[in-house]
């Protein structure tokens, strides 16, 4: 077994993994973002920040002192990053390479045991100086992190808290770093990926998507439970049918609740003791944010936890909307837009008295409930329902895919509702389901369950490769180096520059150029931001602008048309430079030192390489001498103009 790249959408705070690679310097300080990773709060993060080990060239990697002595605490290791823009990526890439060595060298992943799991952001693009060198960056820790899966027997997650540095790996793994499933499992992969891009595709998820995370099975509940109500295995319990044996847990709970003062009753204390045993799991697992990442439209689980809704939350900055048996009506108006909703079959933790478990509950299900399998069975009916860690077993699922079946039975068959994902083959569940479910056997021929399931998560991360979107970062100048040739680089300054000319457009222009503007931000044109209310003048970046803002604000101006072409404005671009390096002079006009970035931008674009450090400098320094002529704001003279 060889490790393998994961790349998933988020943050590092929730995610459960075995190590975690956090971006520093050489003071040791850990930025903002990364606070919640040791557990602090703001007033903790702000006090403790610096108290962590300190780095040195010699000593690039350290490992952070356990926090909380828990078990299953990961371990957490600095490493030092933080540059200038000037700094080679290569000594970025040295940094990150010493810290994989040092995982593996000191890990204790046992004999015959899944590859340990080592998170990482996306690093050195914060406050690490190499934000202006996003796609330079993406491509070297990527092909670090495979090396890594390869010779030392690590998983490698790296999480793209960025959109554009999402679609960016997702765009260089598909096609620089493809590894294709098996033949079968490859097409299936295909197949769910492009329901998922089509909006065709929907999610059910059982109890087994939460025990990666480290929650109960099924029947591990049930024993957690028994337990808890004084019931020991030994008495035969354990032996019933799983709802039967959930009734005698129940009955068992609410004798004992029973016996409190009547204010001290819990309205379901079987509901109860379930969520004090699920709440405290907050750390979601791979296979929840690989899921969360397809951004689905409608969800369906009889999981009780709340981790699903947490890994959408890291994604989206804002949870699912959660439809609950008994729980107020949905105020739709409120929300606005569009919304994924998840609906919760059996209940939630943060509310107890809405927990389905045992068999009286299931039969008031029904009664009570119904309407909620019919939005279960809407989607039959309306989607591609790809089921992941659930055996097909629950009796009211069941009989819900059974009424569908029945409605659109035609002669000489049924139709396929969808998908389930299964780790280990089960021709017997398999033939019974037929044609309603196509099963997909994860387990590669082993008994092993372990293996399977992370059989399972490589290919939930095929599938979020293939159905990642791989446009959002295309015409940003911070990941020009991931495009493959001098034509489609070209394409994307002038691309970028349209944009930013038609942003400048005045507010009377035709309605529908706003379309366009918003279209080519969606592909990362840095338009947007650059606009003002009158959509005339862009404000100038600030003198402490990385290389890629420059560019896209120099190519405002149309150096060529606005001085009588090549030669003058060279002449004058060369002029201005010329009085830089003698005596730091800059143009005394605006439009001779518009004039002289916009050549600039095309010199450097010609040359084919990055503007070294006092080159840089002199670029601040001419955006600095627009800003103080123009006032803080210019009109759009872009090469189109």
């Known amino acids: 077994m060889n490790g393998h790249v994961f790349v998933v959408p988020g943050t590092l705070e929730h995610l459960k993994y075995d190590d975690v690679l956090l971006s520093t310097d050489y003071g040791g300080g850990v930025g903002r973002p990364f606070w919640p990773v040791f557990g602090w709060d703001e007033d903790t993060g702000a006090a403790r920040q610096y108290s962590l080990p300190r780095l040195s060239p010699e000593r690039r990697v350290a490992a952070v002192p356990p926090i909380t002595g828990e078990e299953d605490e990961p371990r957490r290791w600095l490493v030092a990053v933080g540059a200038t823009p000037s700094t080679p990526v290569e000594w970025l890439l040295e940094g990150v390479r010493t810290a994989f060595h040092t995982v593996a060298s000191d890990g204790n992943t046992p004999a015959g045991g899944p590859p340990r799991r080592v998170a990482m952001p996306v690093m050195g693009v914060g406050r690490g100086g190499f934000n202006g060198r996003r796609g330079e960056v993406i491509h070297g820790l990527f092909r670090e992190a495979q090396a890594a899966a390869d010779q030392l027997f690590l998983d490698v997650v790296i999480v793209a808290a960025d959109p554009s540095d999402y679609s960016a790996l997702q765009a260089l793994r598909a096609q620089a770093h493809a590894r294709p499933l098996a033949p079968t499992l490859e097409k299936r992969a295909r197949r769910v990926a492009s329901l998922a891009r089509a909006g065709r595709l929907a999610l059910f998820m059982g109890a087994g998507t939460g025990m990666a995370a480290g929650l109960p099975s099924w029947s591990g509940l049930l024993k957690d439970l028994g337990q808890r109500v004084g019931i020991d295995d030994a008495t035969g319990w354990g032996g019933l049918n799983s709802l039967d044996a959930a009734e005698i847990l129940r009955r068992a709970a609410e004798e004992t609740e029973a016996a409190k003062p009547v204010d001290e009753r819990r309205p379901n204390p079987l509901g109860a003791h379930v969520s004090e045993i699920i709440r405290p799991t907050d750390r979601y697992a791979l296979g929840h944010v690989l899921l969360a990442a397809l951004d689905v439209d409608q969800v369906v689980t009889t999981n009780f936890d709340r981790l699903f809704e947490r890994a959408v939350s890291a994604i989206g900055g804002e949870q699912p909307l959660v439809v609950l048996p008994d729980g107020e009506p949905v105020d739709l108006e409120r929300w606005g837009g569009r919304r994924p909703w998840l609906l919760k079959l059996h209940g939630d933790v943060e509310a107890p008295e809405s927990i389905v478990l045992d068999r009286r ?52 068959g049924g139709r396929t509702f969808g998908t389930v994902l299964s780790l280990g083959a089960d021709p017997l569940r398999e033939r019974l389901w037929r044609p309603e479910f196509e099963y997909v056997d994860l387990s590669d021929g082993s008994q092993d369950k372990k293996a399977a399931a992370r059989n399972l998560e490589v290919f939930l991360d095929r599938v979020a490769m293939l159905a990642a979107p791989r446009s959002r970062h295309l015409l940003d100048p911070r990941y020009r180096e991931l495009l493959g040739s001098d034509l489609e680089r070209d394409l994307a300054e002038r691309l970028s520059a349209l944009g930013v000319e038609v942003a400048g457009l005045p507010a009377s222009a035709t309605s529908g150029w706003r379309d366009v503007v918003e279209a080519l931000s969606r592909v990362g044109a840095p338009v947007a931001a650059a606009t003002t209310p009158d959509r005339r003048r862009v404000p100038v970046p600030p003198t402490t602008s990385d290389e890629g803002t420059i560019w896209t604000f120099a190519l405002t101006y149309n150096g060529y048309r606005r001085h009588g072409g090549f030669g003058p404005t060279a002449d004058l671009a060369n002029a201005a430079l010329a009085s830089w390096e003698q005596d730091r002079r800059l143009p005394d006009d605006l439009a001779s030192a518009r004039a002289a970035l916009f050549f600039e931008q095309r010199r450097w674009r010609h040359f084919g390489t990055d503007p070294r450090p006092h080159d840089l400098e002199y670029l601040r320094a001419l955006l600095g001498r627009i800003a103080t002529l123009s006032g803080g704001y210019v009109e759009v003279k872009s090469p189109h103009r």
Do not use: W
């Open 361 to 412: 509950s299931f039969v008031r299900y029904d009664a009570r409930r119904r309407p909620l399998g019919g939005v279960l069975q809407t989607t039959l009916l309306t989607k591609h329902l790809l089921v992941v860690g659930a055996s097909m077993t629950d009796d009211n699922v069941i009989r819900l895919v059974h009424e569908v079946a029945e409605l659109t039975e035609r002669p000489g």
